[in-house]
């Protein structure tokens, strides 16, 4: 960073740390950061590049920032990652690439470690005025199994995730969203494979088609919400990406306060 991009970042992370900005506020756009402070777009991108990898920021939809929620458990200190000293490909193709990476786990010998690349991959809940999601019928030949999914796929090169949220479901089941929000953005396992996975939730939807991805469309309903509970008892969800989606809708609903009862 110059000099000035690095004063726009100092007072911007200074804004967050003395709690200009509170917990779960949006931050102005950037429209308004670039006239106000006095610095290009692009590296005010820079900036707020920085301040989301630090964690003083999340991103929620295209260009949009909030500070993060407020949270009560502190990040533990003096916990050291593991080093990687290499990594070797041992096959690769267009859909999947399996590497071993030599590693070394603090106090721990090094050894060679399996990992397993995937695609940038987005998924979208629509949901209606009816309190209803949009989501698909389909088979899954992997497990063998027919199942409820939300529309979703594979981020294009250069494409934004955003942008693949609204392509997927347009193609996918012919509506297409609208206010789209981005959630959250998680690796599905993170153990062993790299793929992440950007969920977003949009409400509302205008038909514009029948779907077009002949592949993956199945059959198309609007599921009611208070439905997903008992799809989910009975293993009819299938996929994380659908699960941590509708899991977050749920939790976002529940009356601020409300906690389970303990068994």
């Known amino acids: 960073m110059g000099p000035k991009t ?12 003395s709690g200009e900005y509170a917990p779960g506020d949006k931050l102005p756009s950037e429209r308004a950061l670039v006239e106000e402070l006095g ?16 964690g003083q920021l999340e991103v929620r939809g295209r260009s949009s920032y909030r500070v993060p929620g407020a949270v009560s458990v ?16 041992v096959y690769d193709n267009r859909w ?15 050894f060679e470690h399996h990992v397993v690349r995937l695609h940038h991959v987005a998924v979208t809940a629509v949901i209606d005025d009816q309190d209803r999601v949009l989501m698909m019928w389909r ?4 497990p063998q199994q027919f199942g409820w999914e939300l529309p979703g796929g594979i981020v ?7 942008d693949t949220a609204i392509r997927e479901t347009v193609e996918e089941t012919g509506w297409r969203p609208k206010s789209l929000e981005h959630v959250v953005t998680y690796q599905p396992m993170v153990g062993m494979v790299d793929s992440p996975h950007e969920i977003f ?3 509302g939807a205008e038909k514009v088609g029948e779907p077009t991805d002949l592949e993956e469309a ?10 997903i509970p008992g799809l989910m008892a009975r293993g009819e969800l299938l996929g994380s990406g659908t699960l941590v989606a509708l899991l977050h809708i749920l939790a976002a609903r529940r009356p601020q306060g409300l906690t389970p009862t303990a068994q």
Request: net charge neutral; hydrophobic share 40%.
């Open 6 to 17: 690095t004063k726009v970042y100092e007072t911007l992370r200074a804004r967050l740390t």
């Open 39 to 54: 610095i290009g777009r692009t590296a005010l991108r820079q900036v707020l590049a920085r301040l989301v990898a630090e």
């Open 74 to 89: 502190q990040r533990p200190e003096g916990v050291e990652p593991w080093r990687i000293h290499g990594e070797r490909d």
């Open 96 to 110: 999947v690439k399996l590497q071993l990476w030599d590693v070394e786990p603090p106090g721990v010998k090094r």
């Open 139 to 142: 088979y899954r030949f992997v």
């Open 156 to 162: 294009d090169q250069g494409e934004d995730p955003a």
């Open 201 to 203: 939730v949009a409400h």
């Open 218 to 227: 199945g059959h198309i309903e609007w599921v009611p919400l208070a439905d």
